[in-house]
């Protein structure tokens, strides 16, 4: 089963502070995605990347969200100015093809107080 | 209607017991469906792929209605371990992303 490492495990922030979430794949990976699960609650896709690309978003991803792979390795996602809303579990997720199965990552927790 | 539906449950069900979940989902184009076991604030984790002839991975088993849009899970023999909330994850079509139903909580007592 493929390997995703997540930093930080947790995050603490307040309101319009910039944060920024890693996110490794252990092994060579095409696609890769964001989702979230805010508490009690299902979850979230929020973008999908290929090709250093959003292939993908949804509604929920709107101006204050950025992903990007700047070294070919580590795949973030920015939050520029966050709200209370946006505290959740913040998952990365990878696939080798498109419609091949998602293997997540741990997980940050993002608390913006 | 929303996407993915899913009995919120809890179901509580003693060790040994054979348990359910269903699942109906909106689109009827979408391609691809999983089961998906969640355990309190960790990840994901893929449980199994579902098939329209039916699959089995020991204890349990998944089954596809692509007429009825039904998808659903059978649990046999239940362990304690299974304990667990079940997502039930559908690809709407090629080239989209996963869509999760909101789960369905499983509590094996013995």
């Known amino acids: 089963e493929p390997e995703v490492t997540q930093t930080p495990s947790h995050q603490v922030t307040q309101m319009g502070q910039e944060v920024i979430l890693r996110c490794v794949p252990i092994?060579?990976?095409?696609?890769f995605y964001w989702y979230r699960q805010i508490l009690g609650q299902k979850v979230e896709f929020l973008v999908s990347?290929?090709?250093?690309?959003?292939?993908?978003k949804s509604e929920i991803f709107d101006d204050q969200f950025s992903v990007e792979r700047p070294d070919g390795s580590n795949f973030t996602l920015k939050i520029r100015s966050t709200k209370l809303e946006d505290s959740a579990m913040y998952f990365c997720?990878?696939?080798?093809?498109?419609?091949?199965?998602?293997?997540f990552g741990s997980g940050t927790q993002l608390s913006v107080l | 209607r929303k996407e993915v539906e899913q009995d919120p449950g809890p179901f509580n069900v003693p060790e040994g017991a054979t348990v359910a979940f269903n699942c109906t989902y909106s689109?009827?184009?979408?391609?691809?469906f999983f089961w998906y076991r969640q355990d309190c604030r960790k990840e994901p984790k893929l449980l199994m792929s579902?098939?329209?002839s039916g699959n089995e991975d020991g204890r349990f088993t998944a089954q596809l209605n692509r007429a009825s849009q039904y998808i659903s899970l059978l649990i046999r023999d239940s362990k304690l371990s299974d304990s667990a909330t079940y997502l039930c994850?559908?690809?709407?079509?090629?080239?989209?992303?996963?869509?999760f139903g909101k789960g369905t909580t499983l509590s094996v007592s013995s």
């Open positions: 997720a990878i696939t080798g093809t498109v419609n091949e199965k998602l293997f």
């Open positions: 092994s060579n990976h095409l696609y």
């Open positions: 990347f290929y090709n250093n690309e959003i292939s993908e």
């Open positions: 689109n009827s184009a979408s391609q691809s």
């Open positions: 579902v098939y329209s």
């Open positions: 994850v559908v690809k709407p079509q090629a080239g989209t992303a996963l869509i």
